[in-house]
Each structure stands twice: as C-alpha cells, then as structure tokens.
C-alpha cells in the first residue's frame, strides 16, 4: 500500500478537528496488514504443533499401556476438541479479525522506545471520538503529530514482529515431523496400528519387543487331574527378556509368582504342582503378557470299591464265596479254571469303563506300558450304571452307601496274570496307570507219596514175610484214593514188563466226594503177606504207590524192589548187619574216652581251685557237645538194632533165643541214649551253670568223670558180645555153607543115579 492511498475505513476513524498523522497511519496500515498474515501463520503452526503433540502422547501411551477401546475414544474426542480450539482461536480469528490501529501503535512502540509514547499519542488524540483531545491543547497535539511525521522515515517497522518465535516452534514441528514421518515409513506396522486404534479405534494389537509364545499347555481352559504335575514350557520368538514370570492365583488365595528356567534349547519351563483347587496362572516377559490360562482340578476315575465273588472247581471241595460276604481284595490266589465274579464302582462318574486281563507267565517280565492308549489293547467293555446312593450293588456296612459309577463282569481263571478297570471320567480324565490286581494260579499239583516202610528202594524179604507198607501221602485238595501196583517177576531172567499184575488198595485212603477229604497229610499202611501171594525164593516183586486226587492227578512214590530169598539167607544179611552195629559201638566207644579224657584233663587244671573259675566255664560247653556227641551214636545203633529185629519178626526168621537176645541188645543201648548218656549231658550242664554262679567245685567233676567211664564199659561190653556173636555166627554159617554143599552134592548124584537108570 502506498502513502497517497486513502486510509482503510477500519484502521482510520472519522477525523478529528485536528490534523492526523497520514504517514504514520498508512505505515501502521502496512503493518495490519502484515501482522494478520504473521498471526495467520502463527496460528497454523500452533495447530501443527498441538496435532504433532497429540500424535506423539497418544501413540506413547497406548503403545505403553494398551489403552482400551473406551479410553481411546475418550482420548480422540479430546484430541480433536482441543485441536479445533486452538485452530478457532489461531486461524479462523486471525483470518476474520485485523488488528486496530492502537494495537498496531502499541506494538511499534514496545519495539520502539525512543518514540516515548510519541506515536500511540498522535493515533489516538487525533481521532475525532476522542473525548479527552478537547481537555489538550491543540499546539502541543499538533506539535506531537508534526514530530511523529517527520520520524515516520525513522522508524524500523520491519523490526516490530520478532521472527525467532517463529523459527524455534518451526524447528520444534519439523523435528517432530521428521521423526513421525520417519518411524511411518521404517515401521509402517506401527503406523497402521497406531492409525486402527487411535484413529479407527480398532482392536488391532501392538507389536511387542518381546514375543511369547506358550508351547505347553495348549489347551484353555485345562482340565488336570489332582495330583498330576502340569510342565509349563514357554518359547521367546521375539527379544531378550531378563526373565519370564508365570503368575498363579485362585479363589481366596492371593497370587503367587515364581520365575521361569531357562533350559538349554532356549526356552523357559517350569513344572506346576502341589495344587488342590481351580486356579488361573498367566505368563508375562518383558513387554510381552500372555493370555490368562484356567485350570481345573478334577479327580481321576479310580476304583473306590470291588467285591469279588469265586466259584472253584468241584475237584477243589471247596464252597463257593457267599453272596453277601464277598472278597474286598482284588489280588486273588485261586485254583485254575476258578470262576472269578466282581462288582467294581468309583465315586467320580465314568462315561467308560473296560476290563483286561494280563497274562504272565513264570520267569517272564510284566510288560511296562505307557499308559497313552486308552483303552489298551486286549480291553472289553463294561456295563456302566449309575449308583444313586445303592446299597445292593455292593454289600456296604450299615450307614454306608455308593455313589458314582458301578460295572460288573466274571472271568475264567486259567493262567496266571493280572487284571486292570481302565476308566475315563466325565471330564474326559482317564487312569493311565490303573491298579493291578494279581491272580496266581494255585496248579493242582499230583499228590505227594513218600513211602516210609521199607526205607531201603532194595529189600530182601522171605517166602513167609508178613510186614507193613507204611507210605504218607498229601495232596492239596484232598485224596479220591491210594493202591500199591507193581509186577511179580518168577525168574531172574524174566523181564519186570512179563511178569503178573500186582494191585493192592491203601483203602483208609478211599474218599467218595472232595467233602470227604482235605489237604492234609495222612499216613496209611497195608499189610504184605508173602505166603498169600505165592512168593517163592528167586522171585522178584517190583511196586510202586500211586495216589489219585479229584482232579485226576496221579502222584508216584519212587520204584521198589522185594527180592525173595530163603529165611537162612535173610539171617545171615540180619546178622551182617549186627556187625555193623557192633562197629557202630566200637566207635562210640572211642568217642566216650576221648571225650572222657578231655574231661578228665580239665579235672586237672582246676583241682587246684577251690572253686573252678568262671573263665573255665567256655570249655565245659564243649564237653556237653562231646557228650551229645555220644548220645547220638548210640541212639543210631539202638535204631539199627531195632530194624534188624522188626524184620526178623516180620521175616518169621531166628528162633525165640536169638531175638530174645537181640531184643536185650536193643534194650541195653536204648537205655544208654535214652537215660544214661543224657544224664551225663545234663550233669555237665549243671556244673557249667554253677561255674556261672561262682560254686562249682572241682570234686564235683569226680561223678561226671565215673559216669562216662561207665558207659564206656558198658559200650565195651556190648561191642565184645556182638563180636563173640560174629564169631560164632561166622562158624555157624561155615557148618550151614558145609551142609548146604553137601546137599548140593547129594542131589547131584541122585540126578545122575536117575539120569543112568532112565539110560537103561
């Protein structure tokens, strides 16, 4: 605008009496005119300014806290009010509204000091409104104006705006702009999120500088078994966490943290256990928060109660289990081909339920199986009903009752193994490692049969012999009945399989039903009478005893023989084996004087004492050791005797002298091992107890030592009649062996007498 243009009705008021400053109006005109640009510009960049700050704080704070959808609404519509309210009072104002002339001389002189107020005056009391002009003198007023036209040149109107305001908030958006264009276009993913949340109010989520990721478990909610362990395994695919946090909490408890391992593989586990309730855990690592996990506690399908009923097999005799008192353990040890009856429930309710049998045989490992597959293989089902309250299902005590579910079934015991209830529960819970039950198979085993009489498997017997076959059998069931079989053989050179049937019954061993025997051991004994079955010398019977229980099972006692010799035969081998006994003494003998000797000796060391010392006490156990010693030898010759009288007896051999004499040998040495060999035994015993006791004497040892001398003459005199006897048994058997060949000779003549007659 030039000086000579009329003024702007708005920035020039209606004129005054007095002469205004044209110059200076039509300056303080230009400026207006430059200060409304200046304010205009002012006002865009204060827009900018407050649109770059909101674009910063917003995105800084939702990218920090994750603002909800709500809150970010909040924050957009504040935002937006405050940006209009700054771009009203900036832009729109500025561009509607221009500065008046007062306000521009104002500012020229703030920025102009030298005009004293100069300037400010000559605009104001030369406008034709003013009241207070008429209060002045006109001379001095228009000597103001003339000063402030001539300095009009003077004035540095181009000063008046200060443009370092301007250039510090231009810095300040440019800086701001540069980083908000530049984080658009390297991270434009964070543009768009910013863009869909706090522009759009999306749901879009903010990229993480860590990245969790949960590997194990999968599943939300979770639902574990009570007791089980749940291993918790978390993988980072983004950043480098200091270290992953699992918080867990439940109804009532507060929250309990507990930091995750790192494991070699690069990711972070953990194993959660000891929990008894429902609880919620969550994992958080670094910026990275993990999605809340629910877990339920549920019990697993057990079994809680099992009755089992058992049927045995009719060889058994036994009686079937009663129906109101069945078996409450499973592990059963039963007969084969055993009926097994079960009834089975669990308190937690079962949608399946199966059954399986195991075998296993002996020397084998059981099988170890994962326990992944359900149900196993081999498994049948089951019958499911449901328990309300039942008392029937399975018997229960008084006040009891079932609850849950319940199944039955039966099986046929015939091998031994185990059987299993593989259940699943409502929830889907299965028992992967079920209770096994045990089933041992009880065989059915042959009876036993020992025979007890004769001892020896060889025997020689007489053509008169009448004796017992003693034999004890047993079986675990009981025996249906019991018999003697063997084969006669006539000659020598016969075959045993050529010879004639022998059978003869055990018959207190004869049982009609199980009922009518049991398991325990018997002893029975049948009488073998020679002459009855026709035995002569040189004949051979060959036995064995059998006995057959309920279940068809044979038992055998060990193979026989009777060798049928003459009677005088039969007392030789007696009186052989007199001679053994008389050995038998003889060393017994021996043995008494030893241990006679030692005693004696320790008679010696201790007569000096008043009373034997305790430490002496050691030696006398071994003296009653020496003594037992003793008594055994003479009860085992006293035996000997006894056997070789009982068959004498039983062979109808030796005359009524001859056992009587025997029998007096028997008599004597079962005196000594029953009464007086003991008796020594207890004496030293006594004077070992009253060594102990600090009272034992010397002298007392005179008795012990007088005793055993005894039985040693005693033993001496026995041992010199049995050889007096063999010796006279020796020349006895020399006239019977002279008579024999002479009869032998005799019938050899008579054969050939009759051989020559027989020839003519």
Same mark, same amino acid.
């Given at each position: 605008?030039?000086?000579?243009?009329?003024?702007?009705?708005?920035?020039?008021?209606?004129?005054?009496?007095?002469?205004?400053?044209?110059?200076?109006?039509?300056?303080?005109?230009?400026?207006?005119?430059?200060?409304?640009?200046?304010?205009?510009?002012?006002?865009?960049?204060?827009?900018?300014?407050?649109? #770059?700050?909101?674009?910063?704080?917003?995105?800084?704070?939702?990218?920090?806290?994750?603002?909800?959808?709500?809150?970010?609404?909040?924050?957009?519509? @504040?935002?937006?009010?405050?940006?209009?309210?700054?771009?009203?009072?900036?832009?729109?104002?500025?561009?509607? @509204?221009?500065?008046?002339?007062?306000?521009?001389?104002?500012?020229?002189?703030?920025?102009?000091?030298?005009? !004293?107020?100069?300037?400010?005056?000559?605009?104001?009391? #030369?406008?034709?409104?003013?009241?207070?002009?008429?209060?002045?003198?006109?001379?001095?007023?228009?000597?103001?104006?003339?000063?402030?036209?001539?300095?009009?040149?003077?004035?540095?109107?181009?000063?008046?705006?200060?443009?370092?305001?301007?250039?510090?908030?231009?810095?300040?958006?440019?800086?701001?702009?540069?980083?908000?264009?530049?984080?658009?276009?390297? *991270?434009?993913?964070?543009?768009?999120?910013?863009?869909?949340?706090?522009?759009?109010?999306?749901?879009?989520?903010?990229?993480?500088?860590?990245?969790?990721?949960?590997?194990?478990?999968?599943?939300?909610?979770?639902?574990?078994?009570? @007791?089980?362990?749940?291993?918790?395994?978390?993988?980072?695919?983004?950043?480098?966490?200091?270290?992953?946090?699992?918080?867990?909490? +439940?109804?009532?408890?507060?929250?309990?943290?507990?930091?995750?391992?790192?494991?070699?593989?690069?990711?972070?586990?953990?194993?959660?256990?000891?929990?008894?309730?429902?609880?919620?855990?969550?994992?958080?690592?670094?910026?990275?928060?993990?999605?809340?996990?629910?877990?339920?506690?549920?019990?697993?399908?057990?079994?809680?109660?099992?009755?089992?009923?058992?049927?045995?097999?009719?060889?058994?005799?036994?009686?079937?289990?009663?129906?109101?008192?069945?078996?409450?353990?499973?592990?059963? *040890?039963?007969?084969?081909?055993?009926?097994?009856?079960?009834?089975?429930?669990?308190?937690?309710?079962?949608?399946?339920?199966?059954?399986?049998?195991?075998?296993?045989?002996?020397?084998?490992?059981?099988?170890?199986?994962?326990?992944?597959?359900?149900?196993?293989?081999?498994?049948?089902?089951?019958?499911?009903?449901?328990?309300?309250?039942?008392?029937?299902?399975?018997?229960?005590?008084?006040?009891?009752?079932?609850?849950?579910?319940?199944?039955?079934?039966?099986?046929?015991?015939?091998?031994?193994?185990?059987?299993?209830?593989?259940?699943?529960?409502?929830?889907?819970?299965?028992?992967?490692?079920?209770?096994?039950?045990?089933?041992?198979?009880?065989?059915?085993?042959?009876?036993?049969?020992?025979?007890?009489?004769?001892?020896?498997?060889?025997?020689?017997?007489?053509?008169?012999?009448?004796? +017992?076959?003693?034999?004890?059998?047993?079986?675990?069931?009981?025996?249906?009945?019991?018999?003697?079989?063997?084969?006669?053989?006539?000659?020598?050179?016969?075959?045993?399989?050529?010879?004639? #049937?022998?059978?003869?019954?055990?018959?207190?061993?004869?049982?009609?039903?199980?009922?009518?025997?049991?398991?325990?051991?018997?002893?029975?004994?049948?009488?073998?009478?020679?002459?009855?079955?026709?035995?002569?010398?040189?004949?051979?019977?060959?036995?064995?005893?059998?006995?057959?229980?309920?279940?068809?099972?044979?038992?055998? +006692?060990?193979?026989?023989?009777?060798?049928?010799?003459?009677?005088?035969?039969?007392?030789?081998?007696?009186?052989?084996?007199?001679?053994?006994?008389?050995?038998?003494?003889?060393?017994?003998?021996?043995?008494?004087?030893?241990?006679?000797?030692?005693?004696?000796?320790?008679?010696?060391?201790?007569?000096?004492?008043?009373?034997?010392?305790?430490?002496?006490?050691?030696?006398?156990?071994?003296?009653?050791?020496?003594?037992?010693?003793?008594?055994?030898?003479?009860?085992?010759?006293?035996?000997?005797?006894?056997?070789?009288?009982?068959?004498?007896?039983?062979?109808?051999?030796?005359?009524?002298?001859?056992?009587?004499?025997?029998?007096?040998?028997?008599?004597?040495?079962?005196?000594?091992?029953?009464?007086?060999?003991?008796?020594?035994?207890?004496?030293?015993?006594?004077?070992?107890?009253?060594? !102990?006791?600090?009272?034992?004497?010397?002298?007392?040892?005179?008795?012990?030592?007088?005793?055993?001398?005894?039985?040693?003459?005693?033993?001496? #005199?026995?041992?010199?009649?049995?050889?007096?006897?063999?010796?006279?048994?020796?020349?006895?058997?020399?006239?019977?062996?002279?008579?024999? *060949?002479?009869?032998?000779?005799?019938?050899?003549?008579?054969?050939?007498?009759?051989?020559?007659?027989?020839?003519?």
């Amino acid at each position: 605008m030039s000086v000579d243009q009329p003024l702007d009705p708005k920035l020039n008021p209606p004129q005054s009496n007095l002469a205004r400053p044209e110059r200076a109006l039509r300056s303080l005109q230009a400026l207006g005119q430059k200060a409304k640009k200046l304010f205009l510009l002012e006002g865009f960049l204060g827009v900018f300014l407050v649109l #770059t700050g909101w674009v910063i704080v917003s995105f800084y704070i939702d990218y920090l806290l994750s603002l909800p959808s709500f809150v970010r609404g909040v924050f957009l519509v @504040g935002g937006s009010l405050i940006l209009l309210s700054v771009f009203w009072k900036r832009v729109v104002r500025s561009s509607v @509204g221009a500065p008046t002339l007062e306000e521009l001389a104002g500012l020229v002189e703030r920025s102009q000091p030298q005009l !004293n107020q100069a300037l400010i005056t000559a605009v104001q009391l #030369t406008k034709k409104s003013h009241r207070s002009a008429q209060y002045l003198s006109q001379p001095l007023i228009e000597r103001v104006v003339q000063k402030v036209e001539e300095n009009v040149s003077k004035i540095q109107f181009n000063r008046i705006f200060q443009w370092d305001r301007f250039k510090k908030k231009g810095l300040v958006l440019a800086f701001f702009s540069i980083q908000i264009f530049g984080i658009a276009l390297s *991270r434009s993913d964070l543009a768009e999120v910013w863009l869909n949340r706090l522009v759009f109010l999306g749901d879009r989520s903010w990229p993480k500088s860590v990245v969790l990721e949960m590997v194990s478990p999968t599943e939300n909610p979770l639902t574990i078994a009570l @007791g089980d362990e749940i291993p918790v395994e978390v993988a980072v695919l983004k950043g480098n966490p200091e270290e992953i946090v699992l918080k867990r909490w +439940s109804a009532g408890s507060p929250v309990r943290e507990e930091v995750l391992w790192a494991s070699p593989d690069g990711g972070f586990r953990t194993v959660l256990k000891d929990f008894t309730e429902d609880f919620t855990f969550q994992i958080s690592g670094g910026d990275a928060v993990l999605e809340p996990r629910d877990v339920k506690v549920q019990l697993r399908p057990k079994i809680s109660q099992l009755a089992v009923w058992c049927e045995y097999p009719e060889y058994t005799g036994r009686e079937a289990t009663p129906t109101n008192e069945p078996l409450r353990i499973g592990h059963l *040890r039963v007969p084969e081909k055993t009926q097994v009856r079960f009834r089975a429930s669990s308190d937690v309710k079962v949608t399946q339920a199966f059954f399986r049998w195991v075998p296993r045989p002996r020397g084998k490992k059981p099988v170890v199986e994962d326990g992944t597959t359900f149900p196993p293989p081999g498994s049948r089902p089951l019958d499911i009903q449901e328990l309300a309250q039942s008392t029937t299902f399975i018997p229960v005590e008084p006040g009891e009752s079932l609850s849950g579910s319940g199944f039955e079934g039966q099986f046929e015991v015939t091998e031994r193994g185990y059987y299993q209830f593989h259940l699943k529960g409502d929830e889907g819970l299965v028992n992967p490692n079920p209770v096994s039950f045990r089933v041992e198979v009880i065989d059915d085993r042959p009876p036993s049969v020992r025979v007890l009489e004769p001892r020896r498997i060889s025997e020689e017997i007489s053509p008169e012999a009448v004796f +017992s076959i003693q034999v004890r059998v047993e079986d675990d069931y009981g025996i249906q009945g019991a018999q003697l079989e063997g084969m006669h053989v006539e000659r020598d050179e016969q075959k045993v399989e050529d010879g004639k #049937t022998l059978v003869l019954p055990f018959d207190s061993l004869s049982a009609e039903n199980p009922q009518d025997s049991d398991s325990e051991p018997k002893e029975a004994q049948l009488l073998f009478d020679s002459k009855k079955l026709q035995l002569k010398p040189g004949n051979r019977v060959h036995f064995t005893v059998m006995a057959t229980d309920f279940g068809n099972k044979v038992g055998r +006692s060990e193979s026989y023989v009777f060798h049928v010799v003459e009677k005088q035969e039969i007392l030789q081998i007696l009186y052989d084996r007199l001679s053994l006994v008389r050995d038998q003494i003889v060393t017994v003998e021996k043995r008494q004087a030893s241990a006679r000797k030692d005693f004696e000796g320790l008679q010696d060391d201790v007569a000096t004492q008043e009373v034997i010392a305790k430490d002496r006490a050691s030696r006398f156990i071994r003296s009653r050791q020496d003594q037992a010693r003793v008594s055994l030898g003479i009860r085992r010759a006293r035996d000997s005797v006894e056997r070789i009288l009982m068959k004498m007896e039983a062979n109808k051999v030796g005359d009524e002298k001859e056992k009587a004499w025997v029998g007096r040998l028997e008599s004597s040495l079962k005196q000594l091992a029953t009464e007086t060999s003991p008796q020594v035994e207890k004496e030293i015993q006594t004077i070992r107890d009253r060594i !102990n006791e600090g009272q034992a004497k010397p002298e007392e040892l005179t008795q012990v030592i007088e005793h055993q001398r005894r039985i040693g003459r005693e033993l001496n #005199t026995l041992a010199l009649t049995l050889m007096e006897f063999g010796d006279f048994n020796g020349i006895l058997q020399r006239w019977r062996d002279l008579l024999r *060949r002479e009869e032998e000779i005799l019938e050899d003549i008579r054969e050939r007498i009759r051989q020559g007659t027989d020839t003519r």
